[in-house]
């Protein structure tokens, strides 16, 4: 009896609100109309769904072979009940979002004042390769023991699985990833890419970009100081004349893009978290490269130095902290194999007598990063690491 007298309390007390506020007796009518129409409405609605579903399991095999396709908005209801630090860093880098996707969820900054958790800013080295990392040892050995200032992002051939042990710092690093062709748009999708994975980490704040052939000249410490100190970032930016450089503009490229705007540089740079968010953001400049930066024009040599130029001149040292030598001359640099491994190499790539502009100062110390090693360059740069390199 109690749960009848209940519900009848319950309807009074409506009845009362009702009558309150002028509606009276009429009231109760409109309730029965009301019900029915959600009612109907509902029925509608069930059929339609069900019709939808029927039509959608016969037709889409995407419910019984799944692709990368329908996840998105679940993996999102599902991840309101993930752990707050699964959100700041996602606890494995495989996901399945399409680089749209990613490129959307990435461009997320937060617009309140500080951090609900201690963030200690951490440098992304984002690792573009080919398949194998012959100089991960090296690697290993300049980041033991302060692995809460980095992240390691590994974009390889897609299938390929990097041979590291579980205890390395390599491990389960991985990115997914997609084919690149040398000096394609997909090269510098690639590195969108990369920027984007590892823009999900709110705590990445430096970020580098690395080939398999790239080897640290100094500490950690001091390239972790040398990075999250510097106002500006180090993305190689340059006007060159020739027809390597203006040569490769098309007019086509008017008026979104001029030939006054117009850069080269190095693909291999490093930039802040602000600077990451908006080239992984850039849709209408990105687009500009992608239909005219062709044949023979390399996006990844001409987009970040053009779109920084563009916007960020002032955030930008139009320098690159990645030390190459092309003084040989052809389309390839020198690649520096066991025999040139010398201590008194090394130390003239830490400091050949230039002088670089850091912040408002001068320093000896232009380059943190060096290209290209062979395979076989590793145990001659092991023997060094503790007497020139310091680590
Ligand atoms: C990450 O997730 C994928 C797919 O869900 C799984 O196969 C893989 O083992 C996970 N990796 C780690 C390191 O947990
Ligand atoms: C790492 O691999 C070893 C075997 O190679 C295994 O015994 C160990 O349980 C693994 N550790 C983790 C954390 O997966
Ligand atoms: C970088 O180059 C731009 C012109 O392209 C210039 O405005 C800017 O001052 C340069 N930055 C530095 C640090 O020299
Ligand atoms: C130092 O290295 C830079 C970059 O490779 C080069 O341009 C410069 O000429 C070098 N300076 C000396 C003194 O060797
Ligand atoms: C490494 O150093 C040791 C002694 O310092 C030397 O005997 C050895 O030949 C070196 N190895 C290489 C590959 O340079």
Not at 123 to 132: D, E, I, K, Q, S
Not at 136 to 160: D, M, N
Not at 246 to 261: A, V
Request: aromatic share 14%.
């Amino acid at each position: 009896m109690s749960p009848m007298i209940r519900i009848r309390s319950d309807e009074e007390e409506m009845d009362r609100v009702a009558s309150s506020v002028g509606m009276d007796s009429s009231f109760r009518l409109v309730k029965v109309v009301s019900f029915l129409v959600i009612f109907v409405g509902g029925v509608i609605l069930g059929l339609t769904a069900s019709s939808h579903v029927n039509r959608y399991i016969t037709t889409q095999t995407d419910l019984f072979f799944p692709t990368n396709r329908n996840p998105p908005i679940r993996e999102m209801e599902k991840c309101l009940n993930c752990p707050f630090r699964s959100f700041l860093k996602p606890d494995n880098l495989t996901h399945s979002m399409t680089d749209e996707e990613l490129f959307w969820r990435a461009s997320m900054v937060p617009t309140k004042e500080g951090y609900p958790f201690k963030r200690v800013p951490k440098v992304a080295f984002m690792f573009l390769t080919r398949g194998p990392l012959p100089l991960v040892p090296l690697w290993e050995r300049f980041f033991k023991g302060h692995e809460a200032l980095f992240s390691i992002y590994i974009h390889t051939p897609p299938g390929y699985i990097l041979d590291v042990s579980n205890t390395s710092a390599f491990y389960g690093r991985q990115i997914p990833s997609l084919d690149v062709q040398w000096g394609g748009i997909t090269l510098a999708d690639a590195e969108r890419r990369l920027l984007a994975n590892a823009l999900l980490d709110f705590s990445n704040e430096r970020f580098v970009l690395l080939s398999e052939s790239c080897i640290p000249v100094y500490n950690f410490p001091t390239v972790y100081k040398y990075l999250i100190d510097s106002v500006r970032s180090f993305v190689d930016s340059y006007d060159d004349p020739s027809r390597y450089g203006r040569g490769r503009y098309s007019k086509n490229m008017y008026p979104e893009i001029k030939l006054k705007q117009w850069r080269k540089g190095s693909q291999w740079f490093e930039m802040n978290r602000f600077l990451a968010v908006y080239i992984i953001s850039d849709t209408k400049y990105y687009r500009v490269f992608r239909k005219h930066c062709k044949p023979s024009c390399y996006p990844d040599e001409h987009y970040l130095p053009t779109y920084l130029n563009m916007f960020f001149q002032t955030l930008n040292s139009n320098r690159s902290v990645t030390w190459v030598d092309w003084s040989k001359g052809g389309p390839h640099p020198a690649t520096f194999g066991e025999s040139d491994i010398t201590q008194g190499f090394i130390e003239s790539i830490r400091n050949n007598g230039t002088v670089c502009s850091y912040n408002s100062e001068q320093t000896s110390v232009c380059y943190l990063f060096a290209r290209k090693f062979a395979a076989d360059a590793l145990e001659p740069l092991l023997n060094l690491t503790s007497t020139v390199m310091k680590f």
